[in-house]
């Protein structure tokens, strides 16, 4: 049996090298189950915008410092929130 730690990292590449070298079974006292997801999937949407319209969210976004999706997803946030 390995002794060697759980990584405890977000890197993909460090746990791809780890779980490389290890198997899950060697840690099933380590494992515990879950009946909620632990992760989200995100569904993306394709938004078609005139050129000044994407020009305008793009300036909008730039001048408070986030990435125009950002941006539109506060917007949506925002009306979900208001509906």
């Known amino acids: 049996m390995n002794t060697s730690p759980l990584p405890q990292t977000d890197s993909i590449r460090e746990l ?3 779980w490389d070298a290890h198997d ?3 840690f099933d006292h380590e494992l515990e189950e879950v009946s909620e997801p632990v992760f989200e999937s ?3 949407l394709t938004l078609p915008l005139a050129g000044a319209e994407a020009e305008a969210v793009h300036q909008m976004a730039k001048s408070q410092g986030i990435t ?3 941006l539109v997803r506060q917007w ?8």
């Open 24 to 26: 899950v079974t060697d």
């Open 42 to 44: 995100k569904q993306f």
């Open 76 to 83: 949506v946030r925002e009306k979900i929130e208001s509906h």
């Open 16 to 18: 791809a090298k780890f």
């Open 68 to 70: 125009d999706a950002q």
